[in-house]
């Protein structure tokens, strides 16, 4: 199976940039749907990027579309969510996560329902 550890988070003023790192362990590539996942205390946990097993994929909350990019190193096994122009409503824990294939080419692929591998999160907290 796979197992996922993110880091990268970090407090930063709005306008800023960050990128969040996940080691992903195990055979990834060509087996799951990965993805970037965000929370706000009291909220549903939701999607905000994912790529396709095989990365021929990615698709992109409408809230990030043009300011984050995903993107992965097969050969080091990370997955990594570069954010740009960071904004206040940015500010949340951030997670990583794997799920079945399907699960990319789905209209319901935000749902953190369709995913069942986590890391544990790394916080971004945006003024």
């Known amino acids: 199976d796979v197992q996922l550890v993110e880091s990268g988070g970090d407090s930063v003023e709005a306008g800023g940039s960050l990128t969040l790192s996940c080691v992903v362990s195990g055979h990834f590539n060509t087996k799951y749907c990965l993805g970037w996942f965000r929370q706000d205390p009291g909220k549903q946990r939701v999607g905000v990027a994912v790529i396709s097993a095989g990365g021929g994929s990615i698709t992109y909350a409408d809230s990030v579309k043009g300011r984050f990019t995903l993107s992965q190193d097969n050969a080091k096994n990370m997955l990594y969510l570069q954010m740009n122009s960071l904004k206040p409503e940015d500010t949340a824990m951030y997670y990583c996560?794997?799920?079945?294939?399907?699960?990319?080419?789905?209209?319901?692929?935000?749902?953190?329902?369709?995913?069942?591998?986590w890391g544990q999160g790394t916080q971004v907290t945006v003024s």
């Open positions: 996560a794997a799920g079945p294939p399907y699960v990319c080419y789905s209209d319901s692929w935000s749902l953190a329902a369709g995913f069942g591998i």
